[in-house]
């Protein structure tokens, strides 16, 4: 019944795509030990994929991409949590001066995402489109098309 996206419709307000999260703070269900400071977000959406309402959020001064996935009619419990910090081995807070995730889009079974990859050391800035799988069940790592 879901498997399309629904992108955009009244779900990406702020209010509604930030909606649960005071109430994730003191969530019983823990993915990770990592605590998101919601008053730093800078990029946010929410999008109904595979059934599931599945949101990503950019939180300034924090490399990593927050990516969540909750039940229908649940905002306030997340079913999966997952902070992408890597791609490949290498670690966005070690291994790059700068991890900037400029285009997030949602698709029936995956978010699309275009990163610039600033290189801490010697190397040129890279602009790559890389996606995450996005299952039911899971939430996939940070593959980059070359």
Same mark, same amino acid.
């Given at each position: 019944m879901f498997t399309r996206v629904w992108k955009r419709v009244l779900l990406t307000t702020p209010w509604l795509v930030l909606y649960a999260a005071p109430s994730l703070s003191g969530s019983t269900a823990k993915a990770s030990e990592r605590h998101n400071d919601y008053s730093k977000v800078t990029k946010a959406d929410i999008a109904i994929v595979q059934e599931r309402a599945v949101r990503y959020v950019v939180i300034a001064d924090n490399p990593c991409?927050?990516?969540?996935?909750? #039940?229908? *009619?649940?905002?306030?419990?997340?079913? #999966?949590?997952?902070?992408?910090?890597?791609? *490949? *081995?290498a670690r966005f807070d070690r291994d790059f001066a700068l991890v900037d995730f400029k285009t997030l889009d949602?698709?029936?079974? &995956?978010?699309?995402?275009?990163v610039e990859f600033i290189p801490s050391r010697r190397g040129?800035?890279?602009? #790559?489109?890389?996606?995450?799988?996005?299952?039911?069940?899971?939430? *996939?790592?940070?593959?980059?098309? &070359?």
């Open positions: 991409l927050t990516v969540q996935s909750f #039940r229908l *009619g649940h905002p306030a419990e997340y079913h #999966r949590e997952k902070f992408i910090c890597s791609v *490949g *081995g949602f698709h029936d079974d &995956r978010l699309d995402v275009e040129r800035k890279a602009v #790559r489109w890389c996606s995450i799988a996005l299952q039911p069940d899971s939430i *996939g790592d940070l593959m980059c098309h &070359r």
